[in-house]
């Protein structure tokens, strides 16, 4: 059943149906297992309803390498707490280069300029092997962490599979975080080994990064040995106590591979939270449950193998960029990218989407609503025969940018609006190869998660706007928050609404026919085009300046695919918001966080509105940014200064007028 008014813009015709993996995976189930499901339908319901034989069912379709077969597939099935095929013994980086005699290209590298090499499935391995015998040497054991601050190269790809060979875990910043950002993320794992970049490529200029890595080298003691990448060609000579290796020396050699089994949840990489409430949460994910919803996610909902090539311009900051990684569990090859997404031309991306070949693009809502707007016909301009899916992500995409996808960039393309998120290093919503798309809606949950939307009370509502929550355990949930011992910052995060119940933070409606609308953030994180950032990052750059007394940032969604980011600022006396100040705001930014966090605008205010306990009143700004009521907004009895609020209010309203002039104008 179709839900009511949204255009059917794409059917998988039959035979693309009858050949992707996950019609071949339902006839196995039927034959090896006896599950007949003749729709995605059924095929999700009974992966929802019997959560142990469908997980198990993954582990032996794709016949996962481990020391022996499981006995058991999930031991105290509450959240969290959850535990995943006790007793198992594997390793992802292991069952990603499985296939050392594939043909074609593991990487291609791409920069602004073109092509800057590729690495064969047997030099990939070879390289991996070589840098994991060096850890090896210089004593890296399970459990050490490998920090590293590399842009989207080649060499990223190389370290974080050698650090999981050896069962490392790893850490990855990108290189235009600013030295705070960094410490703040890195200084809390305490990695005994650093990598570092020289610097990266964007917009046409060579960026240096020498002196971060040297700032990052003399405020982190746990640091004993550092990597240098040659990313753009400038010489590193600093002096340091640490040991500094060059990588091109690191990867030669003749090293066996060698793989590191460890136990399914041991710890694979730490990803980091906003920051939004103060330093950013270090999420811990598990070597086992990162490769299952790899092989799943690839295989299944992405309809990915051998022959295919994957292209996201994605920052390292960003779980997509780990998510591109995985594409090489299922085959796949991999086009990584160092540069600015729109370099020469909005649509820059697709450019290179024709120039290699690449079969799947993923990149974030915005950049295709920006290619929209700009006028660009990318099916015309380029040869895109060969691309046969889009994943678009990081914040909703507009009607009318889905309607430009089968406009202006192939008919027969199958596009997936995905909704997924740092914390599980995959989607929760997104595309499957078997239902049609429809505009403005995402096909429906991905396999073994059990999405539903709840009222305040927990209800499970269908047709209406709820909260997003998943009733039941996945394997790649967080293992745990680092530095959190008794699990509280853990529970506060995702359990703390509906005990028991992941929720995580989204407003969505679940549709009659299964699909679904993500409506945007229901809490207060900024998530500017899919990179989540915290406003504590911000404030640490722009309170810091003498001029600035207190600062409000807010990150709001907006209708049509558009997004705001201001940033309210109270000044201290003898000071005005010139243009002077306002680009000293910026630069600084720029610089203590990252170019991601200069805000939209910048604003004089009288007053930053409070909490009676002193907290901002983040989530009641935006909220009225976003034009909902005043008295639905907030409950002005728990505001310290109702004045203050008074003036965000008015604020508001002139926002929404202009919005709305706007609109009436174009």
Not at 113 to 142: D, K, M, W, Y
Not at 150 to 168: D, E, K, Q, R, Y
Not at 184 to 205: C, H, M, S
Not at 584 to 611: L, M, W
Request: proline share 7%; charged share 20%.
């Amino acid at each position: 059943m179709t839900a009511p008014g949204r255009e059917v813009l794409w059917t998988p015709p039959p035979e693309r149906v009858f050949a992707s993996n996950m019609s071949r995976y339902q006839r196995w189930l039927a034959a090896e297992k006896n599950v007949c499901t003749t729709d995605f339908d059924s095929l999700l319901c009974w992966s929802i309803s019997d959560l142990e034989k469908f997980w198990l069912s993954i582990w032996e379709y794709f016949d996962v390498i481990a020391s022996a077969p499981p006995q058991t597939v999930l031991v105290d099935p509450q959240m969290p707490g959850a535990r995943w095929f006790p007793g198992t013994r594997l390793n992802w980086a292991e069952n990603l280069l499985r296939d050392t005699d594939q043909t074609g290209p593991a990487i291609i590298s791409v920069d602004e300029t073109g092509t800057t090499g590729e690495l064969s499935r047997a030099e990939l391995v070879a390289q991996v092997a070589n840098l994991a015998a060096h850890f090896r040497t210089i004593g890296v054991r399970p459990g050490d962490r490998i920090a590293a601050m590399l842009p989207n190269i080649a060499p990223t790809v190389v370290a974080v599979l050698a650090a999981a060979s050896v069962g490392a875990v790893w850490s990855c910043c990108a290189p235009d975080f600013g030295v705070k950002g960094l410490v703040d993320r890195f200084a809390q794992i305490e990695p005994t080994v650093l990598i570092g970049v020289d610097g990266y490529q964007f917009n046409g200029k060579r960026v240096d990064r020498r002196d971060v890595f040297a700032a990052l080298l003399d405020q982190l003691p746990t640091v004993r040995h550092a990597i240098m990448v040659d990313n753009i060609g400038l010489p590193y000579d600093g002096e340091h106590r640490q040991t500094i290796a060059d990588y091109a020396d690191l990867v030669v050699g003749d090293a066996a591979p060698q793989y590191e089994r460890v136990p399914f949840d041991h710890p694979l990489w730490i990803l980091y939270s906003s920051g939004t409430t103060g330093l950013p949460k270090g999420i811990v994910h598990s070597h086992g449950g990162i490769l299952l919803e790899a092989l799943k996610a690839n295989a299944l909902h992405y309809d990915l193998g051998p022959t295919d090539r994957v292209f996201i311009a994605a920052s390292t900051a960003w779980v997509v960029w780990n998510m591109l990684v995985d594409v090489i569990a299922v085959g796949a090859t991999v086009i990584t990218y160092d540069g600015s997404p729109t370099y020469g031309r909005p649509d820059h991306q697709f450019d290179i989407c024709a120039r290699y070949g690449a079969t799947r693009f993923g990149t974030g809502a915005a950049y295709l609503t920006l290619c929209e707007k700009a006028g660009t016909q990318p099916g015309t301009d380029f040869d895109l025969s060969g691309l046969r899916s889009i994943m678009s992500t990081g914040s909703p995409l507009p009607d009318t940018t889905w309607r430009w996808i089968y406009d202006a960039v192939s008919a027969d393309v199958h596009l997936g609006s995905d909704s997924g998120g740092t914390d599980v290093a995959t989607g929760f919503i997104g595309a499957n190869p078997l239902s049609p798309v429809r505009v403005g809606e995402l096909q429906g949950p991905y396999l073994g998660v059990d999405v539903q939307a709840w009222t305040e009370t927990g209800e499970a509502v269908v047709g209406e706007v709820g909260e997003m929550v998943i009733a039941a355990p996945m394997p790649s949930m967080p293992i745990y928050f680092w530095n959190d011992p008794d699990g509280i910052r853990y529970r506060e995060a995702y359990f703390e609404t509906y005990p028991g119940v992941w929720r995580h933070g989204d407003w969505i409606t679940i549709e009659a026919d299964g699909g679904c609308v993500v409506h945007g953030r229901s809490d207060s994180t900024i998530n500017r085009g899919g990179v989540r950032m915290g406003s504590a990052d911000i404030y640490q750059a722009v309170e810091a300046l003498p001029e600035i007394a207190e600062a409000l940032v807010i990150g709001a969604e907006l209708p049509h695919g558009g997004y705001h980011m201001p940033l309210f600022v109270v000044l201290r006396d003898g000071y005005d918001l010139d243009d002077a100040l306002v680009e000293k705001i910026r630069t600084t930014i720029r610089r203590e966080a990252s170019p991601r966090h200069v805000p939209d605008e910048i604003i004089d205010v009288p007053a930053i509105p409070t909490t009676r306990t002193g907290k901002r009143l983040e989530i009641p700004v935006k909220k009225l940014i976003q034009g909902v009521f005043p008295e639905t907004a907030i409950n002005r009895a728990t505001v310290a200064d109702t004045a203050a609020l008074d003036w965000y209010i008015d604020y508001a309203k002139r926002f929404q007028h202009h919005r709305a002039d706007t609109s009436t104008l174009t």
